[in-house]
């Protein structure tokens, strides 16, 4: 069955280090997001591509980059690490006829100490 | 800017009793309104849409009402389950941008 995977599911890292989340889909879909969710402020857009070599800002990109070398994977960098980066993060997909549409992940715990 | 939230934080109904969790939105441009159900541990699940050209459509057990004139959009759970506990999060999108825009989400409890 196709599916949309992440990797690691729980992550600890520290302040300053490169950290990059995968996220993997099997269903084709040209269309791929990273959100981010955090208590009292739900999901919010960091990222997201349209297919492949296309990336685009989201609403909180800032110390976030993605890099879309093929159409099943989109994975998530964090460059240098911070707190406030700590947080759970969404892998989405969906398919190009149907913006509204979109599969969700299981998620990433990140805790950055 | 716009944003789309909700009047409830938690919810909480007896099994076999109906839930009704509402939202308010505030971009009289959004089209689509989407319900996404997330069980804890897990990512969203998508459980129901509407388009703004109708008020009202029916799934399984659920149905999502939307009033335009009040910009407000309501899931309703009929018989709910122990199942149906978890968060659920209202979201819009609107045809001159193709990002969904996700309120802070309501817990709801069912207790037997």
């Known amino acids: 069955d196709a599916e949309i995977t992440q990797s690691p599911r729980h992550k600890i890292t520290e302040t300053g280090r490169q950290v990059t989340l995968a996220c993997h889909q099997t269903w084709n879909h040209n269309n791929m997001f990273w959100y981010r969710q955090d208590l009292g402020h739900g999901l919010r857009l960091i990222h997201y591509?349209?297919?492949?070599?296309?990336?685009n800002k989201g609403e909180v990109s800032d110390g976030y980059s993605v890099s879309r070398s093929n159409t099943e994977d989109l994975p998530l960098t964090l460059e240098s690490a911070a707190s406030s980066q700590t947080s759970v993060y969404f892998c989405?997909?969906?398919?190009?006829?149907?913006?509204?549409?979109?599969?969700f992940g299981p998620g990433t715990r990140l805790t950055v100490l | 800017g716009e944003s789309v939230g909700l009047h409830l934080p938690t919810l909480s109904v007896q099994e076999g009793d109906n839930s009704i969790i509402n939202c308010a939105y505030s971009n009289s441009a959004s089209d689509y309104f989407i319900w996404y159900k997330q069980e804890s541990g897990k990512g969203p699940q998508f459980i129901i849409d509407i388009r703004s050209n109708m008020d009202k459509r029916q799934g399984q057990r659920v149905t999502v009402l939307l009033n335009k004139t009040v910009k407000h959009l309501s899931l309703q759970i009929a018989a709910t389950q122990p199942g149906d506990s978890a968060v659920y999060f209202c979201?819009?999108?609107?045809?001159?941008?193709?990002?969904?825009?996700f309120g802070t989400g309501t817990r709801l409890q069912v207790f037997p």
């Open positions: 979201a819009e999108t609107s045809d001159n941008t193709d990002k969904l825009i």
């Open positions: 591509s349209y297919g492949v070599h296309d990336t």
């Open positions: 989405a997909s969906g398919p190009a006829s149907s913006y509204n549409e979109q599969f």
